[in-house]
């Protein structure tokens, strides 16, 4: 795909990650809806888009939200044939856990498991699906779908709810591709490790000391590397149905 001819949508694109990828592509020549909870952090992503980006409030574990934010997106751009699944939450702790102090067994709440199931597994199925549909519709030859996992879905204590979604996310990258290649549509994903995010400057430096001691490369990422595999495989019109890591080797 040539990015100046990219039609994309682009989920938790307020902040973070979902916004370095959307100022990327519009940056690029892309055209860009860009999609969150949060209309604030839109606002600024908008703002910083050179008018290439418009925006959309939308939870994408809201089928109607999900179905409503395709329907803009054409309307406003004319087509897509571009996704990026990038958004995602936490709620992290233990499975189980005895408290220290009481000897009270403390558990993952099922509300935990389901709001992260819910946004990071079932928001992207809702998204891709409607895309999908789209671009089947409306006759696009060639487009691509970028899921964004991450190094958690091997397994990472304290996140069986983050594992669980991010795992089940790239067995779908590969079936997705697999489904739907005949239409034309490419799907790929990219597990970052670490990345400099506003999650990652809000803990404590100690905190976060420790964590990049695990990484052979000794540091974050920065957004823009992760875009740089976004890019690729958006470009790189053979590519389908794997997950390409960028963790400064912590996988390894």
Same mark, same amino acid.
């Given at each position: 795909m040539n990015l100046t001819e990219v039609k994309a949508i682009v989920t938790g694109a307020g902040s973070g990650m979902g916004r370095a990828f959307t100022l990327a592509?519009?940056?690029?020549?892309?055209?860009?809806?860009?999609?969150?909870?949060? %209309?604030?952090?839109?606002?600024?992503?908008? %703002?910083?888009?050179?008018?290439?980006?418009?925006?959309?409030?939308?939870?994408?574990?809201?089928?109607?939200?999900?179905?409503? #934010? #395709?329907?803009?997106?054409?309307?406003?751009?004319?087509?897509?044939?571009? #996704?990026?699944?990038?958004?995602?939450?936490?709620?992290?702790?233990?499975?189980?856990? +005895?408290?220290?102090?009481?000897? %009270?067994?403390?558990?993952?709440? #099922?509300k935990a498991w389901n709001q992260v199931i819910a946004v990071d597994l079932t928001g992207p199925f809702l998204c891709t699906r409607e895309f999908a549909a789209k671009v089947i519709a409306t006759g696009v030859k060639s487009s691509c779908v970028v899921n964004i996992s991450s190094v958690a879905r091997h397994g990472n204590p304290?996140?069986?709810?983050?594992?669980?979604?991010?795992?089940?996310?790239?067995?779908?990258?590969?079936?997705?591709?697999?489904?739907?290649?005949?239409?034309?549509?490419?799907?790929?994903?990219?597990?970052?490790?670490?990345?400099?995010?506003?999650?990652?400057?809000?803990?404590? +430096? %100690?905190?976060?000391?420790?964590?990049?001691?695990?990484? +052979?490369?000794?540091?974050?990422?920065d957004p823009h590397e992760i875009w740089l595999a976004v890019k690729f495989i958006l470009e790189c019109d053979y590519f389908t149905s794997r997950c390409i890591d960028v963790d400064g080797g912590i996988t390894l």
């Amino acid at each position: 795909m040539n990015l100046t001819e990219v039609k994309a949508i682009v989920t938790g694109a307020g902040s973070g990650m979902g916004r370095a990828f959307t100022l990327a592509l519009a940056a690029a020549g892309a055209e860009v809806v860009a999609a969150d909870v949060d %209309e604030a952090g839109l606002a600024g992503t908008a %703002e910083a888009g050179g008018g290439r980006v418009h925006t959309c409030r939308a939870d994408v574990s809201n089928e109607d939200d999900v179905v409503a #934010l #395709l329907d803009r997106a054409v309307s406003q751009m004319g087509q897509v044939n571009a #996704l990026v699944n990038n958004a995602g939450i936490f709620r992290d702790g233990l499975l189980v856990r +005895p408290d220290k102090e009481t000897g %009270e067994i403390k558990k993952m709440s #099922l509300k935990a498991w389901n709001q992260v199931i819910a946004v990071d597994l079932t928001g992207p199925f809702l998204c891709t699906r409607e895309f999908a549909a789209k671009v089947i519709a409306t006759g696009v030859k060639s487009s691509c779908v970028v899921n964004i996992s991450s190094v958690a879905r091997h397994g990472n204590p304290g996140q069986s709810n983050y594992s669980a979604a991010k795992a089940g996310l790239v067995a779908d990258t590969k079936l997705w591709g697999q489904e739907l290649a005949r239409y034309g549509i490419r799907v790929g994903a990219v597990a970052p490790g670490f990345v400099d995010t506003p999650i990652l400057q809000a803990m404590r +430096p %100690e905190v976060l000391d420790g964590m990049l001691k695990a990484v +052979p490369l000794r540091r974050a990422a920065d957004p823009h590397e992760i875009w740089l595999a976004v890019k690729f495989i958006l470009e790189c019109d053979y590519f389908t149905s794997r997950c390409i890591d960028v963790d400064g080797g912590i996988t390894l």
